[in-house]
Each structure stands twice: as C-alpha cells, then as structure tokens.
T-cell receptor
Framework: AAGVIQSPRHLIKEKRETATLKCYPI?????VYWYQQGPGQDPQFLIS???????DKGSIPDRFSAQQFSDYHSELNMSSLELGDSALYFC??????????????FGEGSRLTVL | AQSVTQLDSHVSVSEGTPVLLRCNYS??????LFWYVQHPNKGLQLLLK??????LVKGINGFEAEFKKSETSFHLTKPSAHMSDAAEYFC?????????????FGQGTELSVKP
C-alpha cells in the first residue's frame, strides 16, 4: 500500500540559507500535518492543512511557512535557517472523515542539518 | 488541555521477559490514545490505538494496552520482549473535538532489550 512520501530524506544547509521539504500524502488523504522532532525530543506539531487551507497552527516559527497544493501535496519552507532548526521533520496525512479516531499516517521524515 | 505523561524515560528488560511502558493522560473529553514506535533513524509506526471501543487493545508485534479511565492510564505491555523491540515508544493523545486530528506526544520511553 502507498505510504506518505517525504523528500528529501536528508538535507544539509548553512545558517541563514533556505530549505524546502515536500510531503506527498497517501492517495485520497485530504489532511496533512507537519511535525518537528529535535534530537532526543518528542515530535512537536507545527502546522496542518485540510483541503488546501490551514486548519491548525502549532509551534511553527515565523521564518517557516507551508502550504498544501491542489494535488494535496504539501511543502514546508524554512528561511533564515538557524542551528536549532536541525531536526527530523515528519509529515503525516489522514482522511478527514476518519480523523475522528485521530490516527495519522507518518512518513519516514526528512532530516535537516544546519551547519 | 490534553497532555500525556510517560512515566519512564528509559526502560531496560532482558529478552524473553515482560515489557511495561507506562503512560498517563489528561483530556477534557473522551480521548483517542495511541502508542507509536520509532526505531533509530526511522519514521513513526502505529502500534495500536484506543478509540472508545474495547478497553483492552491489541496491536502489532504482540503489544497490547489497556485503557483505564479511572486511573487515566494507557500502559503498553508485551508478555515477552524481543531484541527487535528495542526502540523509542511514544504515547500519544488526540482529542478531535478540541484539537482536530492533531496528536500530542508524550516525551517518549526508550526501551532497551538485553540478550
């Protein structure tokens, strides 16, 4: 079965550079979530989208932005990168009608390293 | 507000012995509860979920968890640990009516399995 696809899997950037992470949800899933997991930390919710509209916002820095496109894939854009942005970024998807159960399907993550 | 507390940051067991990972939750409404597992440098995999049906939930790889409302607990157990169970385990709560499909993660419990 198709899963959530994230790209790139690994990314190395310098401070003050920009980075873009992409997420392709499971087919027919209409909701996408972004989580950030710092080293030794639990995943923290950043932002979510439902039907291409932002549905919820968590601890996402102002330097970050995200959107969901017409094909339901999502991109997380990060600018003015800081060392503290080094983390594993997870994307998850769900189908709105089933999200009552709260089950999300996670991708394998994109590891960002800022030097 | 919804929250999850994992009572042990690290648990070490011997192969073939029982596993107990403890989790307490706080939720103002009927929550959905999950256990996710994360192997090193891997994504998050759903072990099991509770969504107000049977209080004893069976998951993959021989894991199960029991929802105890009176104790606000959702401990994860396995009768006999295997070396491949060594990983980070996250207890997760979701309260759809207050926070949509967003998941709130516990701090994680690292499970070590000794030969």
């Amino acid at each position: 079965a198709a899963g959530v696809i994230q790209s790139p899997r690994h990314l190395i950037k310098e401070k003050r550079e920009t980075a873009t992470l992409k997420c392709y949800p499971i087919p027919r899933h209409d909701t996408v979530y972004w989580y950030q997991q710092g080293p030794g930390q639990d995943p923290q919710f950043l932002i979510s989208f439902y039907e291409k509209m932002q549905s919820d916002k968590g601890s996402i820095p102002d330097r970050f932005s995200a959107q969901q496109f017409s094909d339901y894939h999502s991109e997380l854009n990060m600018s003015s990168l800081e060392l503290g942005d080094s983390a594993l970024y997870f994307c998850a998807s769900s189908l709105e009608g089933t999200s009552l159960s709260g089950e999300l399907f996670f991708g394998e993550g994109s590891r960002l390293t800022v030097l | 507000a919804q929250s999850v507390t994992q009572l042990d940051s690290h648990v070490s067991v011997s192969e073939g012995t029982p596993v107990l990972l403890r989790c307490n939750y706080s939720s103002s409404y009927s929550p959905s509860l999950f256990w996710y597992v994360q192997h090193p440098n891997k994504g998050l995999q759903l072990l099991l979920k509770y969504t107000s049906a049977a209080t004893l939930v069976k998951g993959i790889n021989g894991f199960e968890a029991e929802f105890k409302k009176s104790e606000t607990s959702f401990h994860l157990t396995k009768p006999s640990a295997h070396m491949s169970d060594a990983a980070e385990y996250f207890c997760v709560v979701s309260d759809y009516y207050n926070q949509g499909g967003k998941l709130i993660f516990g701090q994680g419990t690292e499970l070590s399995v000794k030969p």
